[in-house]
């Protein structure tokens, strides 16, 4: 049996990963999104807001670049009980 769909998440600024709920990823990608200066590509400049922005990269992508050089990235997997 599996548990509910999680993600593994790597920062630059880390040295561990993390496991997140979705709900939680989303939440840290908002934080991101707003926190940071990040050059959007034009498919997520099209989105109304941040949320959206957020739901669309966890959903498309895998990565998010930060402007210091550094990273985000979430991979999804499904943890053993």
């Known amino acids: 049996m599996f548990t509910e769909e999680m993600y593994v998440v790597l920062e630059s600024t880390a040295k561990d ?3 997140l709920t ?11 999104l707003t926190g940071t200066e990040i050059c959007l590509t034009p498919d997520l400049l099209a ?3 941040v ?3 957020a739901r669309y990269l966890m959903t498309t992508g ?3 670049q930060l ?3 550094g990273y985000l990235q979430w ?7």
């Open 17 to 19: 990963e993390t496991f």
């Open 22 to 32: 979705p709900l939680e990823l989303q939440a840290k990608l908002v934080e991101y």
């Open 47 to 49: 989105l109304p807001d």
């Open 51 to 53: 949320e959206s922005r």
């Open 62 to 64: 895998c990565e998010l």
């Open 67 to 69: 402007a210091n050089g």
């Open 75 to 81: 991979y999804a997997v499904r943890l053993e009980k």
